[in-house]
């Protein structure tokens, strides 16, 4: 079977871990996490990096830092994993969901027509008219590691006050290379950014996540609240309440040497993307989903978009499984799942269309070349024009 995403480990891995091992550090102290700290934030280009337990955590702890409280909303895209929106019901908060565009990525001109009618600046707060709730911050996801239209976001987010957390927990890596934020890395532009290094992610620490900001008093404060907000070293002093959300030192000694090999890997999903683009070029009845122009993307995770109209999606998972290829449908839209069947959609289109013909295929960085030719063989002979 050839699977969908593996994890990768071709260097220092085993290495790394038996070293914190037999040194005794374990747990959330040691020189490897800090060292991953400082090996990711000069990766994306920043003075510093807060490790903690996963994505989800470093999405919790930025949204808390927004200042978001309980009652308020916060927009998201209802095309993407789920992780990215549940922390906003950690803080009892509600999301407001947002359609995507062609980039499967959050769309801004629906993003901007929301703030502007469906919304109001009160004493500097938006505030949503139907409801009368709060909303401070927004949640935008780097959908298989693409790019959003980050220059849009940003102007509407900041027309609004609004605080901008990046879920880049998929786009590790992926930076603009053109325009207004040329060399900005993606979770490097908004007010916070999150990472994740769960197992199919382009690093793995096992499970993992990283948080940056943009305002280092922030960041600090996330790294206090992720480790139960410890007033005092020695004396059992604490101020606010805390988290266990801190990674441990065998974790991140798994992630240092990851970083060793991520611009590797950056480079593998590149060339096999464009090796799957080849050997789909003929085929009308799929389009492999680009990644925006003007970036270098990790391109983690490759979208193929299945054209023929009355094609059984769910049958050609399992065809393709029996043929030896492992495959996955994009996500279910999170505004249908039931814990959010009552939050606000706004005006769900296109996310809609997407989440009926997208493909995920194979993309482990440790693919050879002659399983993506057997991908595609099996591919273009279940969908033949
Ligand atoms: C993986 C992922 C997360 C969560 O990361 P974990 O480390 O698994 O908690 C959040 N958002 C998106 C879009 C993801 O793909």
């Known amino acids: ?13 085993e290495k790394y871990v038996l070293d914190a091992v037999s040194q005794g550090w374990v747990s959330t102290g040691g020189a490897y996490i800090t060292q991953f700290e400082e090996k990711l934030a000069s990766f994306v280009n920043v003075p510093k990096a807060v490790a903690c337990q996963s994505g989800t955590a470093a999405l919790h702890l930025s949204l808390m830092e927004c200042g978001v409280k309980a009652g308020e909303l916060v927009i998201a895209p209802t095309l993407t994993f789920i992780a990215a929106v549940n922390p906003i019901r950690y803080i009892g908060a509600d999301p ?66 609004l605080k901008v957390v990046e879920d880049a927990t998929e786009a590790l890596g992926t930076r603009y290379v053109t325009g207004r934020y ?72 798994i992630g240092v040497a990851q970083m060793e090999t991520l611009e590797e890997f950056i480079d593998r999903k590149n060339n096999n993307y464009d090796k799957y683009c080849s050997l789909f070029v003929g085929n009308d009845n799929v389009t492999m989903m680009p990644f925006r122009k003007g970036t270098k993307s990790n391109k983690w995770f490759y979208a193929l978009k299945v054209n023929k109209k009355d094609t059984d999606m769910h049958a050609l998972v399992h065809k393709l499984s029996e043929l030896g290829v492992q495959t996955r449908l994009i996500w279910g839209l999170i505004s249908e799942q039931k814990p959010y069947e009552d939050s606000i959609a706004y005006s769900i289109e296109k996310a809609k269309e997407y989440s009926k013909c997208i493909l995920n295929i194979p993309c482990s960085t440790n693919l050879k070349e002659e399983e993506i030719s057997i991908v595609c063989d099996k591919l273009n002979g279940l969908l033949r024009s």
């Open 182 to 253: 040329a060399g900005k890395f993606a979770g490097t532009i908004g007010d916070f950014g999150a990472y994740s290094f769960n197992g199919n992610k382009i690093i793995t620490t096992g499970g993992g996540g990283m948080v940056v900001a943009s305002n280092q008093d922030e960041l600090n404060h996330i790294a206090y609240v992720s480790t139960q907000c410890k007033d005092d070293p020695l004396f059992y002093i604490h101020n606010e309440v805390g988290y266990n959300y801190r990674m441990t030192n065998v974790q991140a000694s």
């Open 1 to 13: 079977m050839i699977p969908l995403s593996i994890p990768n480990f071709e260097g220092n891995e």
């Open 96 to 161: 407001v969901f947002m359609d995507c565009d062609d980039s499967l990525c959050m769309d801004p001109d629906k993003l901007e027509k929301f703030c502007e009618s469906e919304c109001e600046l009160i004493e500097g707060v938006l505030t949503h008219k139907g409801t009368g709730k709060c909303i401070r911050a927004l949640v935008v996801v780097h959908v298989f590691g693409n790019m959003a239209d980050m220059e849009r976001i940003m102007d509407i987010a900041s027309s609004y006050n």
